[in-house]
């Protein structure tokens, strides 16, 4: 991450340079450059700049995950560095060059002491070699002004800006959140958004929604009966066979935690879960997608005193800066041992507090009563321990 002002954005090409250059781990220059279509397009010039130097630009397509993971993760970390600014300068370019530096020392901390929570032999091997490889020194150049053309792509807001009509806020009774909608206030508080579909570039979310039901506690007729749909419903928007009508895809996506990020222009596993390990790939799709792609150190908690759970070993997913969840992984299951693999920067097991590992349990068993208690008794689960998690990695204790 970096800073600049708005009304003097820095070049591309300046910005890898600086990173590739000062930033610990990276190695110096790399051999592929991945970006997304959007920054394709407002910087043409950009592909044959990095060829002058070695650097091969690929562009992403729409259903790559890795960039838009990338992107929530430093959206989510630079409002902890706003947090962070002490204002002993107040002034514009103080407070930016204090970001810059506060984004660089985060990065390199997080690069020192991100193997440390390594529990996977194979995980350590990877970045033992990785960090034996020689830094490929980058050659200085000079870039001839701003390299790219400004666009809507920026502020994702702009291709979703509402045209002048009635607003409302909403308060949805089934989390707790308050919303403002456009439209008139319909009797049954129901609003249809068009601007959530006309700027959806990649309709992912009965991908997500897939995943969600193999880890989710319940079964499927159980979820579909929660949704007011069928099962075979359910079972064909998840297979991609056939839509669901708006208003039951809307209250699917409230009860399964689906929401529409804008600044990824896809649907994200907002949470936060309780989750049960049932089939590995669906569990490793919905944990990188609840960590931005692995930012997070899962470790399996069991209490300092007294005796586990004889039926289950839980798993908490201390994201970094949210909520965290919670994965109930049956004992003795063939999937339970390959926890270390499926969940990126697995930290191994921790001993907590008997009585938050209570709290852990009793959560979990009141969550899967039926669906629609999933997140509600997490986002309670969430609040009571709001101190531990807020702004920071999340800690059991």
Not at 243 to 264: C, P, T, V
């Amino acid at each position: 991450m970096t800073f600049t002002p708005v009304d003097q954005p820095k070049a591309f090409q300046d910005a890898l340079l600086e990173a590739w250059n000062n930033a610990e781990g990276l190695r110096g220059r790399p051999d592929i450059l991945r970006i997304n279509r959007h920054l394709a397009t407002a910087s043409p010039e950009l592909v044959g700049e990095m060829a002058k130097i070695g650097v091969q630009v690929e562009v992403a397509n729409a259903r790559e995950k890795s960039l838009p993971a990338s992107l929530r993760s430093a959206q989510d970390a630079s409002r902890w560095l706003l947090r962070k600014h002490d204002g002993n300068d107040c002034s514009l370019n103080g407070s930016i060059q204090a970001l810059c530096r506060y984004a660089q020392d985060d990065h390199d901390f997080r690069v020192r002491e991100g193997h440390r929570g390594v529990n996977s032999r194979e995980v350590e091997d990877r970045l033992q070699q990785w960090l034996a490889l020689p830094a490929q020194v980058t050659v200085p150049t000079v870039t001839n002004g701003l390299d790219w053309a400004p666009g809507p792509w920026l502020s994702s807001w702009q291709t979703s800006l509402p045209p002048d009509q009635p607003r409302y806020f909403n308060l949805d009774g089934f989390d707790g959140s308050t919303w403002l909608l456009t439209g008139e206030k319909a009797a049954e508080d129901i609003v249809e958004d068009e601007d959530v579909w006309a700027d959806s570039d990649y309709d992912n979310a009965a991908e997500i929604a897939k995943n969600l039901v193999a880890c989710w506690p319940n079964s499927p007729a159980e979820i579909a009966k929660c949704a007011g749909i069928t099962l075979r419903e359910l079972q064909w928007f998840t297979s991609g066979k056939a839509s669901l009508d708006r208003h039951a895809r809307f209250d699917l996506e409230a009860l399964l935690g689906i929401e529409y990020d804008e600044s990824m222009g896809r649907y994200v596993e907002a949470g936060p879960y309780v989750l049960v390990a049932h089939k590995p790939l669906a569990l490793k799709e919905v944990y990188e997608g609840i960590s931005s792609g692995g930012d997070a150190c899962p470790c399996e908690i069991v209490p300092r005193l007294g005796t586990s759970d004889p039926s289950w070993r839980y798993v908490l997913i201390n994201t970094y800066g949210e909520p965290p969840s919670i994965v109930m992984a049956p004992r003795g299951a063939k999937i339970t041992e390959r926890l270390s693999e499926l969940l990126m920067n697995y930290g191994g097991i921790k001993a907590v507090a008997p009585g938050f590992y209570r709290d852990v349990v009793s959560t979990c068993a009141r969550a899967c009563r039926e669906p629609a208690g999933n997140i509600r008794e997490m986002n309670d689960f969430a609040k009571r321990y709001e101190a531990h998690w807020a702004g920071c990695a999340w800690q059991p204790e």
